[in-house]
C-alpha cells in the first residue's frame, strides 16, 4: 500500500509542476511608450557614384575599319553595345541576327565590342568568314570601357535609349526578338 501511495503522491506532483504556469513575458512598450523610430532620408549619390544604369555612359572606340564609333553620336536611337568574342559560340551565332537588326531597323544602332587579344589585320580575316554590317571596335582586355560593367560572361549585351541612358544589360546570347521586346518595353517603338 506504501508502494500504491508513494506512486499517486509522485503522479500528482508531476501533474501540478506540469500544469504550472510560465512566467508571465516582460510587457511590451506600447507604441506611446516607444521612442520615435528615426527614418534616414537617402542621399542622393553622386553620378559617379551611381550604377551604370542611372547615368549616361561614354564609349568612344576606334572601329577596325579605321573610323570611330562614338555612342554620343548615336543619340535619338536606340544603341545595342554587344561584347562578344571570335571564340565564344553563342557570339557568332547572334551575329547574323544582330546585322540583319542593324540593317533593317533605322531607330536601332549596333555595335560589336570583340573583348579579346587579337590584331586588327586577324580581325579583318575573322569577319570575311563572318560579315556584319555594323562596326566592330578591338578592346584591350585589361582596359574595358570605364563606363560599362566588365563582361562576366559572353556575349554581354547593353541596350542603350535615345537619351543616352543604359536601358538593359543582357549576360547571354540574345535575339533581335529580345531586343525588340526590351525596346517596346522602355517605351520605344514595338516591332512590326
Same mark, same amino acid.
Given at each position: 500500500?506504501?508502494?500504491?501511495?508513494?506512486?499517486?503522491?509522485?503522479?500528482?506532483?508531476?501533474?501540478?509542476?506540469?500544469?504550472?504556469?510560465?512566467?508571465?513575458?516582460?510587457?511590451?512598450?506600447?507604441?506611446?511608450?516607444?521612442?520615435?523610430?528615426?527614418?534616414?532620408?537617402? &542621399?542622393?549619390?553622386?553620378?559617379?557614384?551611381?550604377?551604370?544604369?542611372?547615368?549616361?555612359?561614354?564609349?568612344?572606340?576606334?572601329?577596325?575599319?579605321?573610323?570611330?564609333?562614338?555612342? &554620343?553620336?548615336?543619340?535619338?536611337?536606340?544603341?545595342?553595345?554587344?561584347?562578344?568574342?571570335?571564340?565564344?559560340?553563342?557570339?557568332?551565332?547572334?551575329?547574323?541576327?544582330?546585322?540583319?537588326?542593324?540593317?533593317?531597323?533605322?531607330?536601332?544602332?549596333?555595335?560589336?565590342?570583340?573583348?579579346?587579344?587579337?590584331?586588327?589585320?586577324?580581325?579583318?580575316?575573322?569577319?570575311?568568314?563572318?560579315?556584319?554590317?555594323?562596326?566592330?571596335?578591338?578592346?584591350?582586355?585589361?582596359?574595358?570601357?570605364?563606363?560599362?560593367?566588365?563582361?562576366?560572361?559572353?556575349?554581354?549585351?547593353?541596350?542603350?535609349?535615345?537619351?543616352?541612358?543604359?536601358?538593359?544589360?543582357?549576360?547571354?546570347?540574345?535575339? &533581335?526578338?529580345?531586343?525588340?521586346?526590351?525596346?517596346?518595353?522602355?517605351?520605344?517603338?514595338?516591332?512590326?
Amino acid at each position: 500500500m506504501r508502494l500504491r501511495h508513494v506512486s499517486w503522491l509522485l503522479l500528482s506532483c508531476i501533474a501540478v509542476s506540469a500544469c504550472k504556469r510560465e512566467a508571465e513575458p516582460a510587457a511590451l512598450p506600447t507604441p506611446i511608450d516607444a521612442p520615435a523610430a528615426k527614418v534616414a532620408t537617402p &542621399a542622393k549619390p553622386a553620378e559617379a557614384d551611381m550604377p551604370v544604369a542611372k547615368k549616361i555612359p561614354s564609349l568612344r572606340v576606334a572601329t577596325i575599319d579605321g573610323k570611330t564609333f562614338d555612342l &554620343a553620336d548615336q543619340r535619338g536611337k536606340w544603341t545595342v553595345v554587344n561584347f562578344w568574342a571570335t571564340w565564344c559560340g553563342p557570339c557568332l551565332k547572334e551575329m547574323p541576327e544582330l546585322s540583319a537588326l542593324d540593317a533593317m531597323r533605322e531607330h536601332i544602332m549596333v555595335v560589336g565590342l570583340a573583348y579579346e587579344d587579337t590584331t586588327v589585320e586577324d580581325m579583318q580575316a575573322f569577319l570575311k568568314q563572318h560579315p556584319v554590317v555594323y562596326p566592330i571596335a578591338l578592346l584591350d582586355v585589361y582596359n574595358p570601357p570605364k563606363d560599362f560593367d566588365t563582361p562576366r560572361g559572353l556575349p554581354m549585351t547593353v541596350l542603350v535609349g535615345p537619351d543616352g541612358k543604359v536601358v538593359k544589360t543582357i549576360t547571354g546570347p540574345v535575339t &533581335a526578338h529580345d531586343i525588340e521586346t526590351a525596346i517596346a518595353a522602355a517605351g520605344g517603338p514595338k516591332a512590326g
